[in-house]
């Protein structure tokens, strides 16, 4: 039988294991930032020079987690090509970002060019179809 429980810091331990260990993939990344107000929106996304992907995802969301490997693996890829923001929607800090951009479903990823929204991805469509959108941002 396995045994579930949410803890103190909202992560889901199945048996032994974390179930959002995945944060890890991207807590060393100089090419992924974690957004944590609607100020480190404005400087990291708004005024970047830079293409930014910004993921919005929840700890509990399970294709968020599957995606952020893949997202990732393409910000090392394609390493100062583009930024990618994570932002938590249940962080109370960034309700005005989840509600400025209308992020109802998760996983949602919002592709920004020169500071405006360019594209919007709902869910995990796999590793080429994002490849293909994001090679875009770079023309």
């Known amino acids: 039988m396995m045994h579930m429980r949410i803890n103190r810091i909202g992560n889901l331990n199945i048996g032994k294991g974390i179930f959002n260990t995945y944060k890890r993939c991207y807590s060393s990344s100089k090419n992924v930032v974690q ?17 930014v992907v ?18 990732v693996g393409l910000a090392e890829k394609y390493d100062g090509k583009f930024l990618l923001a994570k932002v938590d929607i249940d ?10 951009y209308e992020i109802r479903a998760l996983p949602t990823l919002v592709m920004f060019k020169n500071g405006e929204p360019t594209v919007t991805i709902v869910g995990d469509r796999g590793i080429d179809p994002l490849e293909s959108d994001l090679k875009q941002l770079f023309d």
């Open 91 to 100: 962080d109370i800090n960034c309700t005005e970002i989840v509600r400025q």
């Open 54 to 71: 910004v993921d919005f995802y929840a700890d509990w969301c399970g294709p968020c987690k599957n995606l952020t490997p893949k997202l």
């Open 35 to 51: 957004l944590k107000n609607l100020n480190d929106f404005e400087e990291q996304v708004i005024k970047s020079k830079a293409p």
